[in-house]
T-cell receptor, first 115, second 113 residues
């Protein structure tokens, strides 16, 4: 149980284009999903928290107009990197929390490379 | 806000030995402390967690201890195996923080066969 998937697992895009990453909780409903960014050999940096049906809460320094988050259902959240630039290249990881629980279950991550 | 420190940043042990990773946290109101294992190119995997009303929890070769007074918690891995090699992250969260986790900096564990 508690499986979270992400799609795609890796993506290469050209500078200036947009990329959408999907995060799905496969066997539970997630009232809250989180999006993290991880640079090589570093810890996870929380980008935003999304609750189903409401606007995401972004961490300080994260541009909400650049990193669009949609949490349209209890099993799906999406992160869209708009007008991507090479500095946006990173490992993006989502996690999901079940209702009435404090655990976070992570997806396998998406490696984004912007050329 | 919460701050979590993790030590050591790297740890090398011989197969069969024990490994201990320690974390300290700053907010005494934190009450949930998970540990994650992250293999190269993959997402973190929850391996064990402990809540503030418990001092120790064990799951086969893995155990976690919590000292609320000192505000530190530790991960203990016994009889280490090469497949235990990974990066381990500790984290802490507050009950009223919407499950938001604060992560430690990570420990790269290398188990030498």
């Amino acid at each position: 149980g508690a499986v979270v998937s992400q799609h795609p697992s890796w993506v290469i895009c050209k500078s200036g284009t947009s990329v959408k990453i999907e995060c799905r909780s496969l066997d539970f409903q997630a009232t809250t999903m989180f999006w993290y960014r991880q640079f090589p050999k570093q810890s996870l940096m929380l980008m935003a928290t999304s609750n189903e049906g409401s606007k995401a809460t972004y961490e300080q320094g994260v541009e909400k107009d650049k990193f669009l988050i949609n949490h349209a259902s209890l099993t799906l959240s999406t992160l869209t990197v708009t007008s991507a630039h090479p500095e946006d290249s990173s490992f993006y990881i989502c996690s999901a929390s079940p209702p009435f629980g404090d655990e976070q279950y992570f997806g396998p991550g998406t490696r984004l490379t912007v050329t | 806000g919460e701050n979590v420190e993790q030590h050591p940043s790297t740890l090398s042990v011989q197969e069969g030995d024990s490994a201990v990773i320690k974390c300290t946290y700053s907010d005494s109101a934190s009450n949930y402390f998970p540990w994650y294992k992250q293999e190269l190119g993959k997402g973190p995997q929850l391996i064990i967690d402990i809540r503030s009303n418990v001092g120790e929890k064990k799951d086969q070769r893995i155990a976690v201890t919590l000292n609320k007074t000192a505000k530190h918690f530790s991960l203990h891995i016994t009889e280490t195996q090469p497949e235990d090699s990974a990066v381990y992250f500790c984290a802490a969260s507050l009950d009223n923080a919407g499950n938001m986790l604060t992560f430690g900096g990570g420990t790269r564990l290398m188990v030498k066969p």
